[in-house]
């Protein structure tokens, strides 16, 4: 009986005829077919029979071994002769079909655990058709007792079929599950596919070149890291991390982690799984600094607060977690915009990851599916993001006591929690109401993350989420590769846009960068000013639909515009890995906002430029863009966020409304004593805010490279000294600057 196992095309064929696999026990036989550009077809049977291990294995064969599409059984002595397979010219467009001979084969019978190269001797890549695909695809269809897997599936069918792996057992010999019965059917039915000299490496449908009955994949080395194929190799470790809120032996105390503390950096029993997990699924041939002892301490089911600095990986210390453990449940992330929401979502996703949101940009139809599967008993989703809006709602709070009451709520992800306390520059009130979740579920832990917190602000975000035995993973800010440099903005307001001009057009020109601007008409004057002197630009604002938001954001992230002109509706998550520059047309509200707005340049660990252009007069314009965003504030109203709104607070709006203005006062105070500062280490400044201490860069800021005059930027000469413990003051006004300014013409 012959059974067609896989297809398989390979680079040229003359490598084929050397290639082997290293089984020394298994016992069947290999039948090629070659066919060349003009349609004859060669078959060519390999049969197996004194089987050697010796062989070194590092080759395309051993490669679809490793991973379960091929049987193995080929050796040396086995090769094809030239002769053997005739007309075999690798220069052609040829096609070969590798099909199994044989009964009772186990499949896929064995791993080759000491294969670790996806490619072949000569650094090629290997393309790999499975032809039972689709016969699996239906036939799980059939399959309700196992939703679970179901789910799995059906989450990555369309988007990357090597999740869609068969999944065997890999001990028994002879097993008569349904997966391997599929293959089995496959009889005779080989199908043809046109093969290129050059390997695609990208996943899409093949066109198939005679039989379109089964529509096949291609598998690389790219999409074989996603979640349903590292699921399956997983199997074996079953490790139970268990369930329950561990602060149990620890008291009071917290345990910091910064370096050389040993807690969590120790041997784990999840260490492989992890390390596979961060390979396979999100692609990482390594961790980033801390990010091994973030996911060690929540996978101890620890309270976690993670401060990592802009760019630090932050994502993936809480994402990774939440797929291991056989019991792994859903955890629950709280996020504060719903761009930022959808950009991981899709991340996520194309990995394969069961990841969902509940937001007012689902269609009623997903937001039914969403709800079913939650309501659902073998609830397949990993990671549920959700606004704190959302999250307060009672339907929503009604879906957690639903999913903890079956076992299977894991923890709560508060990122961004600086936006908990009053005292951070994003301060949102419904962010309070996340201490909901310590009292309606005290046996979960909770995981808070950041990248601009104060003392001031991770006390608060602890208390407000009433954390106990936190885990504290807090690495340096200090984002080394990053220039900062303040220049004294001109009144004439065509003299700071020729300026910023001069400065892409000369040092990058054709680089991508963000220009920060304090409203919407800011950002479309300067983005058609640059346009129309040839750079790639364009505005970006909160006034745009949110379809236009997502394009202009796609387009900007792929490199069909350079640079965006934004208010700080571009901001937190925006994660461009070679964002050059980030130019700052107005001063930030606070020195958060600024490191926040920054920490999207130079992501890749390339030196970046951040410019900021301080005008004192600029202050009167923050002013009426604060007070606007504190009308909405007491509006309890957050445009930009979600549907949902919370109950009104406890405490008394007017005060919360006096407490966050003074706080806003504070913090632009600060902000304009960072800027007016001609002699400190910009670098020192910003880092001293958050308490840290660190040396003078010497060379990578205004300051150390050539200090300002001191009159430059501080402009004590004026009567209206604004700076230095700043408060909103009446400021002499200047029509200039502000006179097309309206509240609706601002962002927030
Ligand atoms: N271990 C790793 N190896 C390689 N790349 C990584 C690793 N961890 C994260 N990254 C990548 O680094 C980038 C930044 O990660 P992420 O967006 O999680 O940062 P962040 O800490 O949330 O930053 P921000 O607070 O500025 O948004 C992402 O593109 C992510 O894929």
């Known amino acids: 009986m012959i059974r067609a196992l896989s297809k398989c095309k390979v680079l040229s064929l ?50 679809l071994n490793k991973h379960g599409l091929l049987m193995k059984g080929i050796i040396p002595s086995e090769q094809v002769p030239i002769e053997s397979s005739g007309i075999i010219d690798p220069s052609l467009e040829s096609t070969i079909i590798i099909e199994r001979i044989g009964d009772d084969i ?18 090629d890549n290997v393309v790999v058709m499975d032809p039972s695909f689709e016969k699996k695809k239906s036939t799980r269809k059939k399959k309700p007792k196992e939703p679970k897997e179901e789910n799995v599936y059906s989450e990555t069918t369309e988007l990357s079929a090597p999740g869609d792996q068969p999944k065997p057992k890999r001990k028994t010999p002879k097993r008569k599950d349904t997966t391997v019965d599929n293959l089995q059917v496959k009889e005779s039915k080989i ?3 046109k093969i290129d000299q050059t390997p695609p490496l990208d996943m899409k449908p093949l066109k198939l070149k005679k039989k379109k009955t089964v529509v096949d994949y291609i598998i690389n080395s790219d999409n074989i890291k996603n979640y349903s194929n590292w699921l399956y190799q997983i199997k074996e470790y079953n490790i139970d991390i268990g369930s329950n809120y561990n602060n149990s032996n620890s008291k009071e105390e917290e345990v910091s982690i910064s370096s050389g503390n040993e807690s969590y950096s120790k041997q784990f029993e999840w260490d492989r799984v992890v390390s596979e997990c961060n390979k396979m699924v999100f692609g990482n041939d390594s ?14 089911n620890k309270d976690t607060f993670i401060s990592l600095p802009t760019g630090g990986g932050k994502s993936l210390c809480f994402q990774l977690p939440a797929l291991i453990g056989k019991d792994a449940g859903v955890n629950i992330v709280i996020s504060p915009l719903l761009a930022l929401m959808q950009d991981q979502l899709s991340k996520l996703k194309s990995l394969g990851v069961p990841v969902e949101t509940l937001n007012s940009q689902l269609s009623i139809s997903e937001r039914k599916r969403v709800f079913q599967e939650l309501n659902n008993i073998n609830c397949s989703i990993k990671l549920l993001y959700v606004t704190p809006e959302r999250f307060s709602g009672s339907d929503f709070q009604e879906i957690l006591v639903n999913i903890h009451d079956r076992g299977q709520l894991k923890r709560l992800i508060v990122d961004e929690a600086h936006s ?11 962010y309070r109401r996340l201490s909901l979740f310590r009292k309606q ?131 937190m998550g925006i994660d461009k890995s ?18 926040q707005q920054t920490g999207r340049a130079g992501r890749d660990g390339q030196t970046s430029d951040c410019i900021l252009y301080y005008s004192k007069f600029d202050l009167i314009l923050l002013k009426k863009l604060m007070a606007n965003s504190d009308k909405r504030t007491k ?32 913090m632009l105070d600060n902000m304009v004593s960072f800027c007016v500062n001609t002699k400190e280490c910009r670098r020192v400044s910003l880092l001293k805010y958050f308490s840290e201490q660190s040396k003078p860069c010497k060379t990578n800021c205004d300051n150390c490279i050539s200090p300002h005059l001191p009159h430059e930027l501080d402009q004590s000469n004026t009567q209206e000294r604004v700076y230095s413990r700043f408060s909103y003051q009446p400021m002499k006004k200047k029509k200039k600057s502000n006179k097309n300014i309206s509240y609706d013409d601002v962002d927030d």
């Open 14 to 63: 003359d490598k084929f005829k050397r290639y082997y696999c290293t089984d020394n026990f298994i016992d069947y036989e290999w039948s090629t077919t070659f066919k060349n550009k003009s349609g004859k077809i060669k078959k060519s049977v390999l049969t197996g029979q004194d089987r050697s291990s010796s062989v070194k294995p590092s080759n395309n064969l051993e490669f």
């Open 635 to 666: 509006l309890s109203k957050e445009p930009f966020q979600d549907e949902v709104y919370p109950d009104e607070t406890d405490e008394d709006p007017e005060e919360i409304l006096k407490q966050l203005q003074a706080n806003k006062n504070d």
């Open 191 to 193: 199908e043809e596919v």
């Open 420 to 430: 908990i306390s009053e005292w951070g520059h994003d301060f949102r009130p419904s």
């Open 287 to 300: 961790f980033r600094r801390l990010q091994k002892e973030a996911i060690n301490a929540i996978l101890s």
């Open 441 to 571: 579920f005290p046996g979960l832990p909770i995981v808070a993350l950041t990248a601009t917190a104060t003392d001031r602000v991770e006390k608060d975000i602890k208390s407000s989420l009433q954390m106990r035995s936190i885990v504290n993973i807090r690495s340096s800010f200090m984002r080394s590769n990053l220039i900062y440099q303040v220049r004294l903005k001109s009144q004439d307001s065509q003299s700071v846009l020729t300026d910023i001009y001069a400065y892409i057009s000369k040092k990058y020109p054709k680089e991508s960068g963000i220009i920060y601007c304090a409203t919407t008409k800011d950002c479309e004057i300067i983005s058609e000013y640059l346009s129309s002197r040839g750079l790639d630009t364009c505005f970006y604002h909160a006034s745009l639909k949110p379809s236009q938001r997502i394009q202009l954001q796609n387009d900007w992230t792929e490199g069909r515009f350079k640079v965006v002109c934004t208010t700080i509706a571009f901001g």
């Open 106 to 123: 186990d499949y896929p019978i064995k791993k080759l655990d000491t294969l670790n190269n996806l490619y072949d001797e000569n650094g």
């Open 578 to 595: 070679n964002t050059r520059f980030v130019i700052h047309h107005t001063i930030p509200q606070s020195i958060e906002a600024y490191y």
